[in-house]
Nanobody, 124 residues
Framework: QVQLVESGGGLVQPGGSLRLSCAAS????????IGWFRQAPGKEREGVSC????????YYADSVKGRFTISRDNAKNTVYLQMNNLKPEDTAVYYC?????????????????WGQGTQVTVSS
């Protein structure tokens, strides 16, 4: 049974930092593309960052470029999203996802497995 379990969310003040973790079981993330998505109330799920299967490179949405960093620890079968200089508009539920054939990384349809989500709230 495949599971992706996110952790690390919480309440942080504007300008603060959080590191989200996504631990996988039942699959080897070495062979998967990875995506971080977020969904704010009343909005569609949007891609934040991804590591594509096609080239193994990291990509970022313009709204988080320079502030967020995606990384992976293959030994721990875990993916991270380091979020710095957080803004109130970053408030959302954050999801990690894994897919075998992630070509572009921005569509939820490219992913096979999803975590349950972790809440990130940026507020003073």
């Amino acid at each position: 049974q495949v599971q992706l379990v996110e952790s690390g969310g919480g309440l942080v003040q504007p300008g603060g930092s959080l590191r989200l973790s996504c631990a996988a079981s039942g699959i080897n993330l070495d062979y998967y593309g990875i995506g971080w998505f977020r969904q704010a109330p009343g909005k569609e799920r949007e891609g934040v960052s991804c590591i594509r299967s096609s080239d193994g490179s990291a990509y970022y949405a313009d709204s988080v470029k320079g502030r967020f960093t995606i990384s992976r620890d293959n030994a721990k079968n875990t993916v991270y999203l380091q979020m710095n200089n957080l803004k109130p508009e970053d408030t959302a539920v954050y999801y990690c996802a894994a897919g075998k054939g992630v070509l572009f990384g921005w569509s939820p349809n490219e992913y096979d497995y999803w975590g349950q989500g972790t809440q990130v709230t940026v507020s003073s």
